[in-house]
């Protein structure tokens, strides 16, 4: 008999208790490869909550600002970008389209979008995902309003419903009401996990109309009905920013470069890909403290193990003596618990990795769904083998502890039973 097989049939006889320990190697596998999986997974989808926009124009400022209150909603911008910047910007020959986004005015504390119809066509996120309705369609009246979907799940709105935008960002109750200039529900989004769910939609005129007879932040006394609005709204006199999608990636830079140096006014251009990875940069201490509380979870599983290991061994007193009785080498000894290690170790990890990859396929439509996170899931990479790698052979070397106390016991201790 071979001292494999003698491994095996030794643990088939306590199998019990070393499925305890393959349980605790299974729980702490499926944590570090899910926690470092859905680190990555949530990487990629958050470098990928603008994708296939190459520029992102705006009034000069920094980056991470323009990034901020463009894309995510937070924070205001320094100036506004003059409405004729943006149709001289659309009129170069190197831009296959660019959207205009007007920010400022709110509902209930979600962010107001004026934009264009176009908006929905060339608005991307994940992988290449474009916007779904998930109800209703783009607005096309004036006092047409699109919701994002937590918006509409918030407040249970429906199609048809008649909201009131609010002036600002304020949401108090005391905040100014664009109450003469109701909006119409005429579509809701479906979800996507990025900033879009937490804003509502409107067109560039409708922002126009409703501040038609606004001086100042405060409305005038002499009132303009909204029939009456419609008559007279005029084009724009500024906008927020701009998402700009070029023909030929490959002029990507130099397009950024001849906007920053734009004459009639100072502009800022930026990439939305590579701000967003300087801004997810502050989020690598969070990412390494995931990792570490990971790795402390398999080490404990390697502490039970050990545990386990150590438990059985006055068990084995006996089995191990009759086997240095008939001549067994000390070497033998240890390489028969750590056979056992590994077995466990090996299984633990293949369960594991089954348990963990069925979660997230069971998962990664909600997932996706309701927080935008597209899992792909990818065979475990280089990194994690890696970490698989290290604890095996960390679990090895915590198994030789219990081998080299069972070579130690003597012989008549373990034969006088």
């Given amino acids: 008999m071979t001292l494999l097989s003698l491994a095996l049939k030794s643990a088939w006889n306590r199998k019990g208790s070393l499925l305890l320990a393959m349980f605790s190697i299974t729980i702490s596998v499926v944590l570090l490869l899910g926690v470092d999986t859905l680190r990555k997974e949530t990487k990629n989808s958050f470098l990928n909550t603008l994708s296939q926009t190459d520029l992102i124009v ?4 920094g980056p991470v600002n323009l990034l901020l209150y463009s894309v995510f909603h937070i924070g205001n911008a320094t100036n506004n970008i003059d409405y004729q910047t943006y149709l001289t910007l659309q009129k170069m020959p190197e831009v296959a389209w660019a959207v205009p986004l007007s920010l400022g005015d709110s509902h209930r504390g979600f962010r107001v979008i004026g934009t264009l119809p176009s908006f929905y066509q060339h608005y991307r996120y994940g992988e290449e995902q474009p916007l779904a ?6 607005f096309s009246d004036l006092y047409d309003v699109v919701l994002g979907a937590k918006v509409a799940q918030k ?10 935008l609010s002036h600002g960002l304020s949401s108090g109750r005391l905040a100014p009401q664009h109450n003469d200039k109701p909006f119409t529900v005429s579509g809701i989004l479906a979800p996507t996990g990025t900033p879009v769910d937490n804003s509502l939609q409107v067109s560039l005129d409708a922002i126009e109309a409703i501040h038609i007879d606004w001086r100042g932040g405060m409305q005038s006394p002499l009132k303009i009905s909204a029939d009456r609005a419609r008559k007279l709204i005029v084009e724009p006199e500024a906008i927020t920013a701009v998402l700009v999608g070029l023909k030929n990636k490959l002029t990507t830079f ?7 140096e734009f004459k009639d006014e100072p502009l800022l251009a930026i990439l939305p890909g590579s701000t967003l990875a300087s801004l997810w940069q502050i989020m690598a201490p969070f990412e390494r ?4 509380i990971a790795s402390m979870v398999l080490l404990a599983g390697l502490v039970g193990m050990l545990i386990t290991l150590l438990s059985t061994l006055k ?3 006996h089995e191990i003596a009759v086997l240095r009785a008939i001549g ?11 056979f056992e290690a590994l077995f466990i170790l090996i299984l633990g990890t293949l369960f594991g990795i089954v348990l963990l990859y069925g979660g997230l396929a069971w998962l990664a439509p909600y997932l996706a769904e309701h927080y935008g996170l597209f899992i792909q899931l990818p065979w475990p990479d280089t990194q994690q083998w890696l970490f698989i790698g290290l604890a095996w052979l960390l679990g090895v070397l915590i198994s ?9 016991t003597s012989l008549t201790k373990g034969l006088s039973r």
Avoid: T
């Fill in 400 to 408: 030789l502890i219990p081998g080299i106390m069972a070579y130690r």
């Fill in 289 to 292: 403290g995931l990792l570490a």
């Fill in 315 to 317: 068990e084995r007193q």
């Fill in 254 to 260: 130099k397009m950024q470069r001849r906007l920053n």
């Fill in 133 to 138: 309705f998930q109800k209703g369609q783009a």
């Fill in 328 to 338: 067994i080498h000390g070497y033998d000894v240890l390489l028969l618990f750590a």
């Fill in 155 to 164: 407040y249970g709105y429906r199609l048809g419903d008649r909201i009131v």
């Fill in 58 to 61: 705006g009034a000069r400022s």
